[in-house]
């Protein structure tokens, strides 16, 4: 899967409706919550703002509405766009201004289609593979610390934060792929006086 690294919009033209959609990176389903009351507030003059979301690591979270346009015509439309393209962590919206004309059923859907690919297409440009992380804490020895922040930094962990007490208390964020290896390392170079700590 990849994710959504920044926003992006296009904007498309149907029978004199104008369709401006919006691809940007959401993590919870309260922030597509948030994002969207933002996108109505923003737009307060338009039709319609539907909405489709897919979250989590195996895009296994989704939602969509058609914000009153007829059931079927608009978020569903959205939602397969997303669903078919390998984003996950990602919202879209398509705000719709009435351009006079009715588009009926299968103009409401391709116009819909049409909005979400486009925006679909920039924020795949601007993705990038989604990474599993796990956080991690461990207390070190002074007499380990150089090696052990050594091996952590070679490990692409990013640190956090460190205390200095009794040990060196070095929190941060590591890929789940390379999790166990670092708690191998660090258990090796402190000859088993530490451990690391993992938790989502």
């Not at 486009?118 to 601007?126: D, G, I, P, Q």
């Not at 090696?147 to 990013?158: C, H, L, P, Q, W």
Request: charged share 25%.
């Amino acid at each position: 899967m990849r994710v959504c690294t920044v926003p992006v919009s296009a904007e498309t033209v149907a029978r004199g409706s104008r369709f401006l959609a919006e691809a940007f990176p959401v993590e919870t389903q309260e922030g597509a919550r948030a994002a969207l009351r933002e996108q109505k507030a923003k737009y307060a003059d338009a039709t319609h703002v539907v909405h489709a979301f897919v979250i989590g690591p195996a895009a296994g979270i989704l939602g969509c509405s058609d914000d009153g346009e007829p059931s079927g015509t608009a978020g569903r439309p959205v939602l397969e766009v997303l669903k078919g393209s390998c984003l996950t962590n990602v919202m879209v919206t398509v705000t719709r201004w009435f351009g006079g004309t009715l588009l009926g059923t299968g103009g409401l859907v391709k116009a819909y289609t049409e909005a979400a690919r486009s925006a679909v297409e920039l924020a795949l440009a601007r993705s990038h593979e989604l990474v599993e992380t796990l956080d991690f804490a461990v207390a070190v020895p002074y007499d380990a610390y150089e090696r052990v922040r050594r091996e952590i930094d070679s490990a692409g962990a990013t640190v956090s934060g460190e205390t200095f007490a009794e040990d060196v208390e070095v929190r941060g964020v590591v890929s789940r792929s390379g999790a166990d290896s670092l708690s191998a390392r660090v258990t090796d170079l402190t000859q088993g006086r530490s451990a690391v700590r993992l938790s989502r």
